[in-house]
């Protein structure tokens, strides 16, 4: 067989952005007291992986951890491709807290934000 024009690696150029909000997310997010910091984030295909979050096939979302202030922002499955879903559903939020770790050098979960203890911004009355 002859390629005659190469072929283009969705999974690995796919990007979309989206914004810290917490939306689907509400339960998640207040069981640790974090708030969203509405940053705007470019994400990739190793930046989401999946929940449940509810009963029914449509409460599936796929989740983000903001890597500033730690929070979680859902995106609806219909608003991914399949190929980026499948790759998602392998994977778990301490996936992403290894590979963020290991990236900069600090131990997991690698978040440094406004809502984590070591960052100055969050006040440990304890």
């Known amino acids: 067989m002859k ?5 283009v690696d969705k999974l690995r150029t796919w990007k979309k952005v989206v ?9 998640k997010n207040s069981k640790s007291d974090l708030v969203p910091c ?7 295909y ?3 992986f999946h929940a449940r979050t509810g009963v029914t096939p449509y409460d599936t979302f796929y989740l983000i951890k903001c890597p500033d202030c730690g929070s979680y922002t ?3 499955a ?3 491709p ?4 499948s790759y998602a ?3 778990t939020e301490q996936d992403i807290d290894n590979e963020r770790g290991a990236a900069s050098g600090s131990p997991a979960p690698g978040i440094h934000g406004k809502n984590d203890k070591t960052s100055g911004d969050y006040l440990d009355l304890e």
């Open 3 to 7: 390629v005659l024009k190469p072929g």
């Open 19 to 27: 914004v810290c909000n917490g939306k689907g997310c509400y339960v």
């Open 38 to 44: 509405e940053a705007e984030l470019e994400i990739n």
């Open 46 to 48: 190793k930046d989401i």
């Open 74 to 76: 859902g995106i609806v």
């Open 78 to 80: 219909t608003d991914l």
């Open 82 to 85: 399949d190929y980026i879903k």
């Open 89 to 91: 559903d392998k994977r």
